[in-house]
T-cell receptor, first 114, second 111 residues
Framework: DADVTQTPRNRITKTGKRIMLECSQTKGHDRMYWYRQDPGLGLRLIYY???????NKGEISDGYSVSRQAQAKFSLSLESAIPNQTALYFC?????????????FGPGTRLLVL | GQNIDQPTEMTATEGAIVQINCTYQ??????LFWYQQHAGEAPTFLSY????GLEEKGRFSSFLSRSKGYSYLLLKELQMKDSASYLC????????????FGKGTRLSVIA
């Protein structure tokens, strides 16, 4: 079974709708991240959380919100989706105190906002 | 701001060697990562450098020069399955800081 899972894997929605992307991990990592990836722009950080009570904005947090429901779960919400939020979204995890602290990525959610 | 530069695209021949460069200008430095990403898939960890020098892992090696703000990923004995994007990422400082990613280099391996 995959260590980092994302649901849904694909989603089509309409402008103005609220949607939630979910991430779960069985790695026991305390740190979790949400990125979006757009062609030509690379991976950009939306939000990150270093434990259940810690939430931090990333480079491009406007239009997004997050919830860390438990150590293993980190959800990303688009309160009112717009077409330029069409992208590939990745969740990642890492563990504090592991030296190099490698990030491990989920399989991604492909979102299309019409 | 943080700046990480990589070539956008490269092409190389099966069986050959290719070097993918990454230069960075960041407010600090606490490690550099290389990830491989096949189209539509998740990035997967390849290598990590925090001290100057070469780290070798099978067909892949990564080099770092902190004084020059420069790293490269060297892929030997290229195979068709190495066709992917290669992402360079920097941890700007120790502790509670996420990675900053470059835009990635798309490598095409041709027969």
């Amino acid at each position: 079974d995959a260590d980092v899972t994302q649901t849904p894997r694909n989603r089509i929605t309409k402008t103005g709708k609220r949607i939630m992307l979910e991430c779960s991990q069985t790695k026991g990592h305390d740190r979790m991240y949400w990125y979006r990836q757009d062609p030509g722009l690379g991976l950009r950080l939306i939000y990150y959380s270093f434990d259940v009570k810690d939430i931090n904005k990333g480079e491009i947090s406007d239009g997004y919100s997050v919830s860390r429901q438990a150590q293993a779960k980190f959800s990303l919400s688009l309160e009112s989706a717009i077409p330029n939020q069409t992208a590939l979204y990745f969740c990642a995890t890492s563990v504090r105190g592991s030296g190099q602290e490698t990030q491990y990525f989920g399989p991604g959610t492909r979102l299309l906002v019409l | 701001g943080q700046n990480i530069d990589q070539p956008t695209e490269m092409t190389a021949t099966e069986g050959a060697i290719v070097q993918i460069n990454c230069t960075y200008q960041t407010s600090g430095f606490n490690g550099l990562f290389w990830y491989q990403q096949h189209a539509g898939e998740a990035p997967t960890f390849l290598s990590y450098n925090v001290l100057d020098g070469l780290e070798e892992k099978g067909r892949f090696s990564s080099f770092l020069s902190r004084s020059k703000g420069y790293s490269y990923l060297l892929l030997k004995e290229l195979q068709m399955k190495d066709s992917a994007s290669y992402l360079c990422a920097v941890r700007v400082r120790a502790g509670n800081t996420p990675l900053v990613f470059g835009k990635g280099t798309r490598l095409s391996v041709i027969a």
